[in-house]
């Protein structure tokens, strides 16, 4: 079960999200600010935090959090949308939402979040594929038979299941995997692209788990 | 009175000051050395009779002529008495039978036997000629020959003539090196003046990191030194000044900042208990209701994004920080989150980005994001029945561009939703701030805006 740390001051925002994220089975421990939120960090998988708190304020714990454990993600929820507040925010934190949200939104990126910081189950289903992330294993639930991929095939796959329903651009792609800027007309990455629908795909005629955006980019879509 | 001291125009008075008494000094110097001089010649008897030839002239020619008893002794007596009065003088006699007698001081070589042609001779030589010659018989008649008186003509010169002779060059390089000292001190004045004018200049132009001048330091309390002191309180002002805009902006941004968060959670809360409701068993009219309450939060949300984004552009207080980034790229980026959306609402979405010649461009990255959000915002909400969004590139020779395109009913024909206004107020703010250039097409068939930047 995913643990969830949630600090927030609103009792009916912090008891509404509680009960939706508590009825899509995670554990909730809500406080009401920051004061003792180090004692729940240990069991923390991921830290959601509002900026108005009284006494210290979200960016302060925030900072104090990552500090502790670099690898918690934090996702910061706040009704103070300013780009100031935004960028400070993100100088810490993994991820910032704004209020009024829509809870659907509020999970489907946490599950980024717990995607990129490998704190979700380590199983995952897309289409005809079964992902086992922890072991970084491909097996088609079709024929029960594992996919090979090569180093490369892995970290590109890899790539998309960590932003996973995302569109990613080919630059986002190649610099992402590669750690190189991309440069315009370079096929690298769609030879890869091929190779990798070629093993996946049913039909690499019609992908289905690599889904080509025309004019913007890929995706691997749950 | 210290700071009129301390003052250039003290320093410059001064300057003048001596020099003129210099010049003064030099008139007193001349005039009491031509003084000395003078009166150092009074001294030796030199008066008018003594400088007037034709004086001397009678003079030797009457005293020749009183002459009685001739004999050596006499005529040495009388040579001696005219050597007292003209010291210069040489003298000789030549007696009645043509042999130099007698002489006093004669420099020339003089022949021992005076003959009638040799006289003849030496008188024409010395007729006008210097030295000043004046020949006279002795007594009444010619029998007992003549004396001889010559004396320089320098002698006859008046004294200042005498003293420009030797004294005139030593003079003349002393008032050349007077002036020279006078154009060497004030140039050497001006120069320093000059030098400190142009480093205070210098000092203005340069910027600090806040793109203020900085101070300047302050050496000498005269009027430079107090421009450059006023300079330095009028930096210090600029600074004052501009720490006072800053931290009013930073108390606008705070109390937009607070109000948007004000407003913003309640509406929150408003979100929940309408996201709650919804999953309550309603009839298809209370279906109807929830959704138009969630439609308008999102509505009320977005106005107030709107409206505190257009108060700090009406303000200019909205931060710009243009950088060259890679146009397209970003467009491309910007897309990408906003096609699920497109995707949900089934449009078709039609996305031909094509590199630019040259896809830097100089602009502020939130901005833009800002931009577009606002056009797509506007698309799903008032041209939702065309179905159809469709962003491109296009280059001319005059100008490259985004195209935005959709198939909604158009400006005209908005939609029943308001508030389309106030988003492309904005739109029109942040792209003429960005010193890009927008238009827009708008007909029943839909709209086109394009974002342009002119080469």
């Known amino acids: 079960m995913i643990q969830i740390l949630y600090i927030e001051d609103e009792i009916d925002i912090g008891s509404w999200v509680t009960k939706e994220l508590t009825e899509r089975e995670y554990v909730v421990t809500w406080l009401k600010n920051g004061e003792n939120a180090e004692k729940y960090l240990q069991n923390a998988d991921i830290v959601i935090l509002d900026i108005m708190l009284p006494g210290l304020d979200g960016f302060s714990i925030g900072k104090r959090i990552k500090n502790e454990i670099a690898d918690l993600p934090i996702l910061m929820l706040s009704a103070r949308t300013a780009v100031e507040d935004k960028i400070e925010g993100l100088s810490f934190a993994d991820d910032y939402l704004t209020k009024p949200f829509h809870p659907d939104e509020l999970v489907a990126r946490i599950e980024v979040l717990l995607r990129r910081f490998q704190k979700n189950e380590d199983i995952l289903e897309i289409k005809h594929l079964k992902v086992y992330t922890k072991d970084r294993r491909v097996v088609n639930s079709n024929t029960n038979e594992e996919i ?10 890899q790539y998309f299941i960590r932003n996973l329903n995302q569109i990613l651009t080919k630059e986002q792609l190649y610099e992402g995997v590669w750690g190189e800027t991309y440069m315009e007309g370079d096929k690298t990455l769609m030879v890869h692209i091929r190779y990798l629908r070629e093993k996946l795909e049913e039909n690499p005629a019609k992908p289905m788990i690599i889904e080509t955006i025309r004019g913007i980019g890929y995706r691997v879509k749950v | 009175m210290r700071e009129f001291l301390r003052s250039l125009q003290a320093k410059y008075m001064l300057i003048i000051l001596i020099a003129i008494s210099l010049i003064q000094i030099g008139y007193l110097f001349i005039a009491i050395f031509v003084m000395g001089i003078a009166k150092n010649m009074d001294n030796q008897n030199f008066s008018e009779d003594i400088t007037n030839p034709d004086a001397i002239e ?70 006008g000629g210097d030295p000043f010659t004046v020949i006279a018989f002795i007594g009444k008649d ?41 154009i060497t001190v004030s140039f050497l004045f001006f120069r320093s003046i000059r030098k400190r004018l142009l480093q205070l200049q ?33 930096v210090l002002e600029l600074r004052e000044s501009k720490q006072r805009e800053q931290e009013e902006e930073q108390l606008r941004r705070e109390l937009i900042a607070n109000l948007s968060h004000d407003l913003r959670t309640p509406l929150t809360k408003l979100r929940a208990q309408t996201y709650s409701l919804g999953r309550e068993t309603l009839t298809q009219q209370g279906k109807q209701a929830v959704k138009a309450l969630e439609t308008s939060i999102v509505d009320t949300d977005r106005l107030i994004d709107n409206l505190m984004s257009y108060t700090l552009l009406m303000a200019s207080k909205y931060k710009l920080d243009r950088k060259e980034i890679d146009v397209v790229r970003y467009v491309r980026e910007s897309l990408a989150s906003w096609y699920h959306l497109f995707e949900k609402e089934e449009f078709d979405i039609e996305v031909e980005l094509h590199p630019f010649k040259n896809n830097k461009w100089k602009i502020d990255p939130i901005w833009l994001g800002r931009i577009i959000d606002n056009l797509l915002q506007n698309v799903l909400r008032h041209a939702k029945n065309g179905k159809y969004i469709g962003v491109k590139t296009e280059s001319t020779d005059e100008y490259d561009a985004f195209v935005f395109i959709d198939r909604g009913k158009g400006m005209k024909n908005e939609s029943i939703e308001r508030g389309v206004g106030i988003g492309l107020s904005i739109v029109d703010m942040m792209v003429k701030g960005m010193k890009l250039d927008w238009d827009i097409e708008s007909s029943e068939k839909g709209t086109t805006i394009k974002i342009k930047r002119y080469r």
């Not at chain 2, 007292?84 to 021992?112: H, I, R, T």
């Not at chain 2, 003549?146 to 002393?174: A, C, H, M, N, W």
């Not at chain 2, 340069?206 to 001048?213: A, C, E, F």
């Open chain 1, 148 to 157: 090979s991929l090569t180093g490369k095939q892995y970290y590109l796959f």
């Open chain 2, 58 to 127: 009678g003079k030797w020619h009457e005293e020749a002529n009183d002459l009685q008893h001739i004999s050596e002794e006499q005529i040495i007596q009388h040579f001696a008495k005219w050597k007292k009065s003209y010291p210069e003088a040489s003298m000789f006699w030549v007696d009645e039978n043509g042999v130099l007698a007698e002489q006093m001081d004669v420099k020339e070589e003089l022949p021992y036997d005076w003959t009638p042609s040799f006289t003849a001779k030496f008188i024409k030589e010395r007729y």
């Open chain 2, 202 to 234: 210098e000092a203005m132009a340069i910027r600090d990191v806040d793109g203020l001048p900085i101070q300047i330091d302050v050496k000498k309390m005269d009027e430079i030194g107090q421009l450059e002191k006023t300079f330095n309180e009028m």
């Open chain 2, 142 to 182: 010619e029998t007992n020959g003549f004396i001889v008186l010559e004396i320089t003509r320098k002698s006859f010169q008046p004294p200042l003539q005498t003293v420009y002779d030797q004294y005139g060059t030593i003079l003349l390089i002393g008032m050349i090196l007077i002036i020279l000292l006078f």
